[in-house]
């Protein structure tokens, strides 16, 4: 892009609109101004969040596009001088394209800088973070958490009307719940604004959750509820006056199918991610958008330049859990498995592979809904017992949600085999709020003399991930297993074959090097998706005459004492790796050195800022790439 491109969607033609909530409906001229500036602002959704897709960044088109009636009808509120908060807190932060389509509009960035959403280094992360985009007033967080926060705002602003735009997702999360009881015996003048359009990542609410209801819900909390049709503008506007001039907490829940009016996509869960050109095309063609649309033609996917040595290939992980799990289940009857084993999905099927399973076996599958929490206390429960196995997916983020209920699980020794995706930071445009960072949190009983069995898993490619998953599928306890959302390449030995190929084992707590040091060299010790770029490293340092070498420690939680026997004589270690560089491996592993009576350099690198935005480029922002590596290297040697 050249600082010449200019966004092809007129966003100027938007007319000024002043509502006064006091008035119940609206006037011929409002409802037609109010309808041209909801089209034209869905027009620009579809636009630029198509054009992310089409570089490979994804985009989350369809929440956003549907909140623009209330998100417009509330603009005009504000701007007649309605004593409202200004600011659209939205409880799901995949809605990002709403706020940077307001601070356009607001006057905070130029309409042009929304051709460049999710890119690197533009400051348009797909979620909203505070003080990292101009004219994002607020951080979202990852679903379902900004309600209670948003009672705290309205607390503190006793004098205007706060809003938060919900959705039924969000609503799924026990914070919400706790949010409405809080709202409601303190009578916080908070307006919850929902989109209910049943649809979330994996489904269909109605069909995976029958009987949850999102107003009989609200109701149930004691909050003053409100049933509309969205696509309805009088009845809409009728509502979200009522609500903003009516004192204390109100709820309007906005029913309507997802993505109305896009052909190809209107009621369907695919909405929930970025349109494709494919779709988007046609779409804005038919509004009259023809520039936009041969813009839209134009744009190429962004492809990684980066080439590593050492590797080849690709698997993704997260994907191949599920067709793993399937491959131990089909060696059990159909008594075994509905005796024996239950899959706990959190809405993300596809993203945790789970999705293999419930197509082979349904009958063990489990699709529970937006609910990490109770979700794995009940994957915990089913496995109480001996010869009992819950499995449950998410994504890495929110593992950091469910601490308590990991404690409750071991000290009831339950066998819970969990799979959080999505860990470290590479491939993730969502940016710092769905960063899987603190996984080794989920490490946090007592030694007691061996008995704890929890055990942290990050393997470094498909070959070693199947691997590990056989091996640890039938052991007792708690048992992590990590992947990330990109794909990994294949780990190669210095012949060429893969390192993990046939007639591998693994062996939980066993570390193992992918290359050697030359006679007084170093070690860099890393594991998962960081691996491959270590090694990458290794090899060139090793060429230039740095004696180093490269160790894989696949599990995080337990000390190889062969390894650190040899370790411990090493001039200098480096602990490389995609987590908090506050909690992850590095932080631990110098104080297990220094027991064994290492008196070398030591130094862990890893995530330490918060992030850039974009694909790939995640890692080398972090400095944790080939470069950042063999630079930490040098410094140490």
Not at 77 to 85: C, E, T, Y
Not at 208 to 215: E, I, N, R, S, T
């Amino acid at each position: 892009m050249t600082s010449t491109e200019t966004f092809p969607i007129d966003l100027t033609l938007l007319k000024a609109l002043k509502l006064d909530p006091s008035r119940p409906t609206l006037s011929a001229e409002q409802k037609q101004a109010l309808l041209h500036n909801i089209g034209l602002c869905r027009d620009a959704i579809v636009f630029f969040t198509a054009v992310a897709d089409a570089k490979g960044l994804g985009g989350h088109t369809g929440g956003a596009y549907d909140t623009t009636p209330e998100v417009q009808i509330i603009r005009g509120f504000i701007a007649g001088g309605a004593p409202i908060l200004p600011i659209f807190f939205d409880e799901a932060g995949h809605r990002v394209a709403t706020q940077y389509l307001l601070s356009v509009l607001e006057g905070e960035m130029p309409a042009e800088k929304l051709l460049h959403y999710r890119e690197y280094n533009q400051h348009l992360p797909g979620h909203p973070e505070r003080g990292f985009t101009p004219g994002v007033k607020f951080s979202s967080g990852r679903l379902g958490h900004l309600w209670a926060y948003a009672n705290g705002v309205a607390m503190a602003n006793p004098d205007k009307a706060v809003f938060v735009l919900g959705s039924d997702g969000s609503q799924m999360e026990g914070d919400d719940a706790e949010a409405a009881r809080l709202a409601v015996a303190k009578n916080i003048n908070i307006k919850l604004i929902i989109d209910d359009n049943d649809v979330t990542i994996a489904g269909y609410p109605s069909k995976y959750l029958p009987g949850f209801d999102v107003a009989k819900t609200l109701a149930g909390h004691g909050m003053s509820v409100q049933t509309v049709q969205g696509e309805d503008i009088d009845a809409l506007y009728a509502a979200l006056a009522r609500a903003f001039v009516t004192q204390g907490p109100q709820a309007v829940v906005v029913r309507r199918k997802m993505a109305p009016g896009i052909d190809g996509l209107e009621g369907h869960n695919h909405a929930h991610e970025s349109i494709k050109a494919s779709l988007a095309i046609p779409y804005l063609e038919k509004r009259g958008h023809h520039k936009a649309a041969e813009y839209l033609k134009n744009v190429k996917p962004q492809k990684n330049p980066l080439v590593h040595r050492g590797s080849s290939g690709a698997g993704k992980n997260r994907d191949e859990f599920g067709k793993i799990i399937n491959s131990i289940l089909d060696g059990m009857t159909p008594q075994q498995r509905l005796a024996s084993v239950r899959v706990f999905d959190n809405d993300l099927e596809g993203s945790c592979g789970l999705h293999h399973i419930r197509k082979k076996y349904p009958e063990v599958y489990v699709s529970a809904g937006i609910m990490e929490r109770g979700n794995f206390s009940a994957a915990a429960g089913f496995g109480m017992n001996p010869g009992r196995q819950g499995i449950y997916g998410t994504f890495s983020a929110f593992l950091e949600m469910v601490i308590s209920e990991i404690t409750m699980a071991r000290l009831n020794h339950s066998n819970v085999l969990a799979h959080f995706s999505h860990a470290g930071v590479d491939d993730m445009a969502d940016n710092t709020c769905h960063f899987g960072l603190n996984n080794l949190f989920a490490d946090n009983g007592l030694p007691d003399e061996g008995r704890d069995t929890t055990r942290l898993y990050f393997p470094a490619d498909q070959h070693q991930f199947a691997a590990c998953i056989r091996r640890i599928f039938n052991d007792p306890g708690l048992r992590f297993v990590f992947s990330t959302r990109a794909a990994v390449p294949d780990i190669l030995t210095e012949d060429g074959k893969l390192f993990y190929g046939q007639g591998y084992q693994f062996t939980p707590g066993k570390d193992e090097i992918i290359r050697a040091a030359p006679a007084g060299g170093g070690y860099v010790v890393s594991f998962g998706e960081t691996l491959y770029r270590a090694l990458d490293a290794v090899i060139r340092l090793q060429e230039s005459g740095v004696k180093v070498g490269l160790i894989n420690k696949p599990t995080l939680n337990v000390i190889d004492p062969q390894m650190m026997a040899m370790l411990k004589d090493a001039p200098f270690v480096l602990v490389a790796e995609g987590f908090n560089i506050k909690t992850g491996l590095g932080s631990r592993f110098g104080t297990a050195l220094l027991k064994a009576g290492f008196k070398g350099r030591y130094n862990h690198i890893g995530t330490h800022r918060e992030g850039s935005g974009g694909l790939w480029e995640q890692m080398g922002y972090q400095g944790v790439d080939s470069e950042g590596i063999a630079r930490a290297v040098r410094e140490l040697a």
